[in-house]
C-alpha cells in the first residue's frame, strides 16, 4: 500500500506521532497524572511540561486527528468517552515527547544522516517502512516504490509533506529505540535473583492451619478511636499518594425517558409510517428521509444490521415487507428489494484521475475509456497506473489487495462486485473517475440490498419539559447542606461519582459528563454547580462533595476509605489476643483449634509465588510464614488479609535444579520493562507539568 494511500485510510495517523511512539505505550501508562492548576494559565495554553507550552492552536488539530483514528477502529460517531480517549492519547504523546526528548539530548544520542538513510531506504528499514510499503504476504519492503515515491516528492507539495512527517517519525522511533536498548543494557539478573524466582515458583509447600475470620467479632462490638485512625495511616502513608486531583459529586437524574403515552403515540406513528413505506413509490427516497439511522442502498452482507432484523431479512425474498419490529430502543421497517449470490471479497486495481487536473468529468472519463482501450491492446495497467493515477496506490501499480463490502464507496464496490474476474471498469465517484481492474473475486455468499426505515421510541417535548421544571425547582431549592435532604423529602435516588480525573470523560451512571466535570474543577467543595446538564436520558443537577489534591492525601480525606481496614487491624488484635490465651506457638496445631473451637484444615501444594489459600483469600503474610518455618513447628498468630492464623508446615517439595541460563533469559525481559517504566516515572516525577486540558474539553 502507498504512503498516501496509508495516510488517506488513517486519518491522518502519523500526524499525532501515535504509529511512532511503541516505547512510549508502556512507559507511560497511568503514569502520566498531574495536578490541574489552571487559573493563572493563559487562554490558549492547554499545558506547560517542564517549560514547554503546549498551545490548544497545535494540540487541537492533534486531537482531532486521533479522534477521527478511533472513529475508525471502533466504528460510529464521536461521543464523550472516545473524545476524553483521544484528548488522553494526544496529551500522553506531548509528555512524553517533551520528557524523553529532553532525555535523549541530555544522553547524548541522536539519529546520524547515514542511519537515516538505512532506515528510510537502505537494508535495514524502519518497521513504519516496512509497514507503508511492505508486502503483507511476503513481508519484503518495494525498495523501488520507495524510491520512486522519494523522487515524487519534489513535485508533489502533499506529499513532500507527508515524507517530512513520516522521516521525523522514523527519526523519533529509532531514537526510543536507543534510548530503549541503553535502558536494557543497564540491567541484569544475578544467579542467585534466577535460583529464587525459580525456588518460589516452584517449590511445593503443603501446611495445616486454623483460623478465626474478622466476621466473627461483629462490627458494633469494635469501636475504633483516633488513635486506631492515626496508626494505620501513618503505617500506611505511602498508600495515599494521590497521583492526580480528583472530584467527587452526587447527583439527581431527573429522568425524561419516553412515557407510556409516548409510546403510545410512537406507535401510532410507526404503524401509519409502515402503510406509507409499503406504498412508497420510492424506496430508497422514502428511507432516506424518515430514517433516524442512515444505512446505504447497496447490497449488503450478513451481519450489519440489528440480530432480529439481520435474521428476517436474509431469510425473506426479494418483494417482502419487515415490520414494524422494536429492538434496542428503536422500531424498524424494512423493504426487500433484491437478493442474490455475490463474492465474500475482491482483489482489484485502479486508477485514479482527478477532473479537476484534465479538465472536468467528461475528459477525465474519455481519459479512462482511453486508457482501458491501452490495457485491452496489451499496454501494463501498472505502468498507466503509475503514470496516471493520483492516489498513494500508483506506486503499487494501483494494487489495492483485496477487500469486502463496505470497504469502499458505493459506486465501486458496486463496479467491483458485480463485475467478473478481468473485467475493466469506468465509474465515477465522490474521489474522481476511478478505472478499475477487477483481478480476482473470492468466495460467494447471498447478499440484499434493502431499504431500511428506523425511528427511535423518543420522549415528547412535554416529557422533556415536565422533567426539565422538576429539575428547575430542584436546583432553585437545595444548596450544599441541602441536597441529600430535599432528594430524600421528594423520593429522588442520589448518585455519586467518586474521585473523577479533570480529563475523564465518563462518569458512573451519566453518558455525557464533560460540562458537568469541568464545572465541578471550577467549583469549592460543598458548592452546587450552576448549570442543568443534559444527558441523553435526563437532566442532572449536581453538588461537589470532595476535592482530593495532588500528594499524599491527609487522614480526614481518606478516614471514610480506611474505616473497613482499620476495624480489620483491631479486630486483628482482639482475635490475636484469644489465640495468645488459647497458646498459640505453644501448643500443638489441633490442641490449639480445640480450645478456639475450631478445625484444623490441610492444605496441599502452594507455591509461595502465588499465596493464595484456595476457597479463603489471598494471605501473603500466612503464605510467606509457611515458606519461613521448619516443618512441624507451630507459628504464633498471624494476622493476615481475612482473618488471624495459626500455621504449622507439614512438607517441603523441592524442585529439581532448573538451568539458570534459561531462567535469567525469562525474567529479564519483564526487568527490563519495569527499569524503562520506572526511568519514564522518574523523569515524570521531576518534571512540572501544569495540566489545564480540563478548561478546553
Do not use: C
Not at 482483489?347 to 490495457?375: C, E, Q, T
Amino acid at each position: 500500500m502507498g504512503l498516501m494511500t496509508f495516510l488517506r485510510n488513517r486519518a491522518g495517523f502519523i500526524l499525532i506521532g501515535a504509529i511512532g511512539l511503541a516505547i512510549v505505550a508502556f512507559l507511560v501508562g497511568d503514569a502520566i497524572n498531574a495536578g490541574k492548576p489552571f487559573w493563572n494559565a493563559s487562554q490558549k495554553v492547554v499545558g506547560e511540561i517542564d517549560g514547554h507550552e503546549v498551545s490548544i492552536d497545535e494540540f487541537g488539530p492533534k486531537v482531532d486527528q486521533s479522534l477521527q483514528q478511533f472513529k475508525q477502529q471502533y466504528g460510529g460517531s464521536a461521543n464523550a468517552q472516545m473524545t476524553a480517549m483521544a484528548v488522553e492519547n494526544v496529551w500522553n504523546n506531548e509528555v512524553a515527547t517533551v520528557l524523553l526528548g529532553k532525555e535523549f539530548e541530555r544522553l547524548g544520542l541522536t539519529v546520524t544522516s547515514t542511519e537515516l538513510f538505512d532506515l528510510l531506504q537502505g537494508k535495514n528499514p524502519s518497521p513504519l517502512i516496512r509497514q507503508y510499503f511492505g508486502n503483507p504476504q511476503t513481508g519484503q519492503v518495494d525498495r523501488n516504490a520507495i524510491i520512486s515515491s522519494l523522487k515524487a516528492r519534489s513535485k508533489d507539495a502533499n506529499l513532500n509533506k507527508q515524507w517530512s512527517m513520516l522521516e521525523e517519525e522514523v527519526r523519533k522511533q529509532a531514537l526510543q529505540q536507543k534510548y530503549q536498548n541503553l535502558v536494557r543494557t543497564s540491567v541484569y539478573v544475578t544467579n542467585l535473583e534466577a535460583a529464587d524466582d525459580f525456588t518460589n515458583r516452584n517449590k511445593l509447600a503443603s501446611f495445616k492451619y486454623v483460623s478465626l475470620d474478622y466476621a466473627t467479632i461483629p462490627d458494633k462490638d469494635v469501636k475504633l478511636t483516633d488513635a486506631d485512625y492515626n496508626d494505620y495511616y501513618n503505617a500506611n502513608k505511602k498508600r495515599f499518594e494521590n497521583p492526580t486531583e480528583t472530584r467527587s459529586f452526587q447527583y439527581v437524574n431527573f429522568s425524561f425517558k419516553p412515557s407510556k403515552e409516548d409510546t403510545a403515540a410512537s406507535r401510532a406513528q410507526i404503524n401509519k409510517l409502515a402503510a406509507d413505506f409499503k406504498a412508497a413509490a420510492n424506496d430508497s427516497l422514502f428511507a432516506a428521509i424518515n430514517s433516524d439511522v442512515k444505512i446505504p442502498y447497496s447490497y449488503m452482507t450478513r451481519g450489519k444490521l440489528d440480530p432480529t432484523v439481520d435474521s428476517a431479512v436474509f431469510s425473506l425474498p426479494a418483494g417482502t415487507f419487515y415490520g414494524p419490529a422494536f429492538s434496542g430502543n428503536s422500531y424498524k421497517l424494512a423493504k426487500v428489494v433484491a437478493t442474490k449470490q455475490s463474492p465474500d471479497s475482491v482483489k482489484a486495481a485502479h486508477i485514479l484521475i482527478n477532473p479537476a487536473k484534465v479538465g472536468g468529468n467528461d475528459k477525465a472519463v474519455k481519459l479512462a475509456d482511453s486508457l482501458k482501450s491501452l490495457v485491452q491492446k496489451g499496454s501494463s495497467f501498472a505502468e498507466l497506473a503509475r503514470q496516471y493515477s493520483e492516489d498513494g496506490s500508483k506506486e503499487q501499480g494501483g494494487d489495492l489487495g483485496t477487500f469486502a463490502r463496505g470497504a469502499m464507496v458505493p459506486e465501486f464496490e458496486n463496479a467491483a462486485f458485480d463485475g467478473k474476474a478481468g473485467d475493466l471498469k469506468v465509474v465515477t465517484s465522490q474521489f474522481g473517475v476511478h478505472l478499475i481492474k477487477i483481478e480476482k473475486q473470492i468466495g460467494s455468499a447471498k447478499v440484499v440490498k434493502i431499504a431500511y426505515v428506523e425511528k427511535n421510541l423518543s420522549p415528547s417535548d412535554k416529557t422533556q419539559q415536565e422533567a426539565y421544571k422538576k429539575a428547575s425547582n430542584f436546583l432553585a431549592e437545595v444548596s450544599g447542606n441541602t441536597f441529600s435532604k430535599v432528594a430524600q423529602k421528594r423520593g429522588l435516588t442520589v448518585g455519586v461519582a467518586d474521585k473523577i480525573a479533570g480529563s475523564q470523560g465518563f462518569a458512573p451512571g451519566l453518558d455525557n459528563p464533560r460540562k458537568l466535570i469541568q464545572d465541578a474543577y471550577e467549583a469549592d467543595r460543598g458548592d452546587v454547580l450552576p448549570e442543568i446538564y443534559t444527558m441523553s436520558d435526563g437532566y442532572v443537577v449536581a453538588l461537589l462533595t470532595e476535592v482530593r489534591p495532588k500528594g499524599t492525601l491527609p487522614l480526614e480525606a481518606v478516614k471514610k476509605d480506611i474505616e473497613p481496614l482499620v476495624r480489620n487491624e483491631v479486630k486483628g488484635k482482639m482475635l490475636t489476643e484469644r489465640f495468645e490465651k488459647a497458646g498459640a506457638g505453644k501448643a500443638t496445631l489441633e490442641a490449639l483449634a480445640q480450645k478456639l473451637g475450631r478445625a484444623v484444615q490441610p492444605i496441599q501444594n502452594i507455591v509461595f509465588s502465588n499465596p493464595v489459600i484456595p476457597g479463603v483469600a489471598q494471605e501473603n503474610k500466612v503464605v510467606g510464614a509457611v515458606f519461613g518455618m521448619q516443618p512441624g513447628k507451630v507459628s504464633g498468630p498471624i494476622a493476615g488479609d481475612r482473618g488471624v492464623y495459626a500455621v504449622s508446615p507439614l512438607t517441603f517439595s523441592n524442585p529439581a535444579p532448573g538451568d539458570p541460563a534459561q531462567q535469567k533469559l525469562t525474567l529479564l525481559p519483564g526487568l527490563a520493562q519495569r527499569a524503562l517504566s520506572g526511568a519514564f516515572m522518574a523523569l515524570q516525577d521531576k518534571a512540572d507539568i501544569k495540566d489545564n486540558r480540563v478548561k478546553f474539553y
